[in-house]
């Protein structure tokens, strides 16, 4: 079976190209060893399969970032290669070209977006193209599907180039000549859409217009998440699938061991879904009955600012603020994300380039942003007491997530890469290209996340088993009394929290706090990692090492912060 | 350089690495480049290269020497 590699600069619309080439039955695994995840399926033309691969976007092929390597790599073993172009950015996406000509395999050149060229009155002479490179170049349109027969029929004629290496400096002189001899522009006037797309990444209009979509966003994710959870997940688990466990429940009456792994505790005599920590009641639940809706929510919207075009310029405009805790503007995303569940926040970090940045935005976003739950539970302790108190804390986890952040920016050494940022031009999303992508990012999240997030149920609930916490809790009791000013009872709830913040909530509204100590209590639990699905991503992402490391500031930034407060309010 | 105006790359005065890699992207000396905006709390700057818009971080952007058009 022949291999056949794509390359391409990153924002050519390969990823588009590659799911029009194999339908969705695309198998995205990590390249051997790193963090780069490379796509591969299988296409058959007349009986004849082809392997297809589809290499990571790169500018170039000799750098020495991890990315660029593989493409190198993986067109070194490749029999054909394709380089997918932007049309419209024919100039740059050449110095590439150029770079895969040297590697001498058979090649062919799909110049993508060849219908935004047109529109923009750009005029590319094909022939002149092929003959001047001693290739095959053939024009399509990814999204519509345009041309991309006629590509898979040319995959036959791909031709190794024949040409002569030069140097760098000499290279943008031959593309200069290539272009000089193929590519003609007419005149465009700007339009008044033209000046909008320009208002967004002024200073002042880009920063209202990035406020405006942020809240939007924000508010969108909220409105699709909790309407999946409150009129399809909640009504199906309660009317299908709870008689179902009843039913299971009264057969496993033999083994009260299997029954609480499997089932849980009963709470108040009935089997509660958040609560009774079984594999199959909690477990299920929270993953996809809390968890999922709002994975499904947030990827469709990322999936829209990625496919329009807006997400890069957001990151742009945010990077000077995201720069001052030793990060770059694409934090925002998991930063957005970790607001309704900090597991996929955590594994979106995947998209910030090295180690030290995910390890920072991870840190922060376990630590300073509560997940809906979270909220949730802010809301449900603090709320009868008025909207001060609430927006109380989170103001406090504001602050801290800034000094924590600027802390971590001078703590942790490590390399970050400085920003050079290509800003796509505004694009139309199609349904055929979102809805690919949201399906195997979801499925991606059911295949890495539930496996691990069952196993820390159970560890959880066998922990519950043995007395630990109870324990844990009598021992600090006294020091939770003489510097937090909490009674001590809150140690139990705190240290339950650790894990649990659902039996939190409920644990602390009977005990008579003062706003002050309900204030305290839920800033500490807010800032305790969200939940056992948190630590086993943490765990899975970055390592033991690292989740040690995560863990140990967690807890003093959070005590440090209740002694703060305790002295401050 | 301020938002909006023009001019022509003469020298990028930075270690190889970043060279190359601003070179594979099309900033090279003999371009003209336009400052399309410079954004707020020490962001990037944004730069206009042939019809493409791009950001650079501000350290990098100052590496970056222009003559200006007039």
Known sequence: ?569 | MLPGQIGTITEIDHGHGLVRKLCSMGIVPGKKIMKVSQILVGGPIVIRIDDHDLALGRGIASRIKVRMEI
Request: charged share 15%; hydrophobic share 50%.
């Open chain 1, 1 to 569: 079976m022949k291999k056949v590699v794509l390359a391409g600069n990153p924002n050519v619309g390969k990823s588009v190209f590659f799911t029009r080439l194999s339908g969705i039955y695309a198998v995205s695994s990590n390249y051997p060893g790193t963090t780069v995840e490379i796509s591969r399926s299988q296409i058959s033309r007349d009986g004849v399969k082809f392997e297809l691969i589809d290499a990571p976007g790169t500018y170039a092929l000799e750098a020495d970032a991890e990315a660029e390597k593989i493409a190198g790599k993986l067109i070194d073993e490749a029999d054909i290669v394709v380089n997918v172009i932007d049309a419209g950015n024919l100039e740059r996406n050449l110095y590439l070209t150029f770079e895969l000509l040297e590697k001498k395999k058979p090649m062919v050149i799909a110049l993508n977006m060849w219908d935004e060229v047109q529109r923009r009155g750009v005029r590319i002479d094909i022939q002149a193209l092929s003959h001047i490179l001693g290739i095959p170049v053939i024009p399509v349109v990814a999204t519509t599907g345009e041309g991309m027969k006629k590509l898979i029929q040319t995959l036959d004629h791909a031709r190794v180039p024949i040409i002569v290496p030069s140097s760098h400096q000499e290279r943008w002189h031959e593309i200069g000549q290539v272009i000089q001899a193929v590519q003609s522009f007419s005149y465009h006037k700007p339009t008044w859409v033209d000046r909008l797309k320009e208002a967004t990444l002024l200073p002042v209009s880009g920063f209202l217009i990035g406020l405006g979509v942020l809240y939007g966003v924000f508010w969108v994710v909220r409105f699709i998440g909790e309407g999946l959870i409150n009129y399809i997940l909640d009504p199906l688990f309660y009317r299908f699938y709870y008689p179902l466990l009843l039913g299971l429940d009264r057969h496993l009456s033999f083994s009260p061991f299997l029954r609480t792994i499997l089932i849980g505790h009963l709470v108040d005599g009935k089997i509660d879904f958040e609560q009774s920590l079984g594999l199959l009641s909690t477990g299920i639940y929270v993953e996809l009955g809390v968890v999922l809706p709002y994975i499904i929510s947030f990827y469709f919207i990322l999936g829209l600012l990625e496919d329009t075009g807006y997400l890069p310029r957001l990151a742009v405009l945010l990077d000077g603020f995201f720069h001052r805790i030793g990060l770059h503007g694409y934090a925002i995303v998991p930063t957005l994300l970790g607001l309704g569940c900090n597991v996929p926040g955590i594994m979106s970090t995947r998209i910030l380039e090295s180690k030290t940045e995910r390890f920072i935005i991870s840190v922060l976003i376990s630590i300073a942003v509560p997940c809906a739950s979270q909220q949730a539970l802010i809301f449900g302790v603090l709320g009868k007491h008025g909207t001060m108190p609430v927006m109380l804390v989170y103001f406090i986890l504001l602050l801290v997530w800034i000094i924590l952040g600027v802390i971590l920016k001078y703590a942790v050494k490590g390399y970050r890469p400085a920003l050079v940022l290509e800003i796509p031009p505004y694009r139309f999303p199609y349904w055929k290209t979102l809805l690919p992508k949201l399906w195997l990012r979801v499925k991606g999240f059911l295949k890495e996340a539930l496996p691990i997030v069952s196993l820390g149920i159970l560890a959880v609930n066998l922990l519950f088993m043995t007395n630990l916490f109870p324990y844990i809790a009598q021992a600090i009791g006294p020091f939770f009394q003489k510097y937090l000013g909490l009674p001590s009872e809150v140690s139990l709830v705190l240290v339950l929290g650790f894990l649990r913040k659902d039996i939190a909530m409920g644990l602390l509204a009977p005990l008579q706090l003062t706003v002050k100590q309900l204030v305290i209590s839920s800033v500490i639990l807010a800032m305790f990692f969200p939940c056992v699905a948190t630590f086993m991503v943490i765990l899975k992402e970055l390592g033991v090492k690292k989740l040690i490391q995560g863990t140990i500031i967690m807890l003093f930034a959070s005590i440090l912060t209740g002694l703060i407060l305790n002295l401050v309010l």
